[in-house]
């Protein structure tokens, strides 16, 4: 099982970017994004089930889109009018199971390699 994740770059604040994350070896129920800055703990970003309902941390609502692909086992994260503090290392999670924490990083068996998000003021 491997999660890959892609689609990280560097952006002037404002633009936009849409980080991709293909999963190969087996189905999910759920995905997340994760991200973690320099020198702070990784964080919650969104979450999507199978049957599509999201969930975002407050810092990224009307900003940021989660979506799926269940036929091609894809996650997205759109991610609009970005901000210097939206700077770190975006991780992909993914979970087989339909319950657990979606919040929590321990709630996920699966990550991806992480992919970089640099916003320059």
């Known amino acids: 099982v491997q999660l890959q994740a892609s689609g990280g770059g560097l952006v002037q604040a404002g633009g936009s970017l849409r980080l991709s994350c293909a999963a190969s070896g087996r189905a999910f129920s759920r995905y997340a994004w994760f991200r973690q800055a320099p020198g702070k703990e990784r964080e919650f970003v969104a979450f999507?089930?199978?049957?599509?309902?999201?969930l975002y941390t407050d810092s990224v609502k009307g900003r940021f889109t989660i979506s799926r692909d269940n036929g091609e086992e894809r996650v997205y994260l759109q991610m609009n009018s970005l901000k210097p503090e939206d700077t770190a290392i975006y991780y992909c999670?993914?979970?087989?199971?339909?319950?657990?924490?979606?919040?929590?990083?321990?709630?996920?068996?699966?990550w991806g390699q992480g992919t970089l998000v640099t916003v320059s003021s």
């Open positions: 999507i089930n199978r049957s599509g309902s999201t």
């Open positions: 999670a993914a979970e087989y199971r339909a319950t657990g924490s979606y919040y929590y990083p321990s709630g996920y068996g699966y």
